[in-house]
């Protein structure tokens, strides 16, 4: 299985997609100025927010692998 899925299905890398997720939502929110730029951070921002929450690793098909975090950390 490729390195980068394993990473993703981890622990560490769904604190990672959270984390990156809620920055983005918080730019969105709070930094971005321009009113369309900040709701697009915040509709690109949950994106990975809810996939590391909910445990999908939505790059994991580009790499031959199930898109469920447990699937891929069971080997299946």
């Known amino acids: 299985m ?6 993703m299905a ?4 769904r604190i990672t997609r959270i984390v ?3 920055v983005l939502i918080i730019l ?3 930094v971005v100025e ?8 915040i509709v ?6 809810l996939a590391g ?8 098909p580009l790499f031959g ?3 469920s975090g447990a699937k891929i950390r069971a080997g299946k």
């Open 44 to 49: 690109v921002g949950l994106i990975p927010l």
């Open 28 to 30: 969105g929110f709070f």
């Open 2 to 7: 490729n390195p980068f899925v394993k990473f």
């Open 65 to 67: 692998a199930p898109m």
């Open 10 to 13: 981890s622990r560490n890398g």
């Open 20 to 22: 990156a997720g809620a």
């Open 53 to 60: 929450a909910l445990d999908y690793c939505l790059l994991a």
């Open 34 to 41: 321009n009113m369309t730029t900040g709701a697009i951070l």
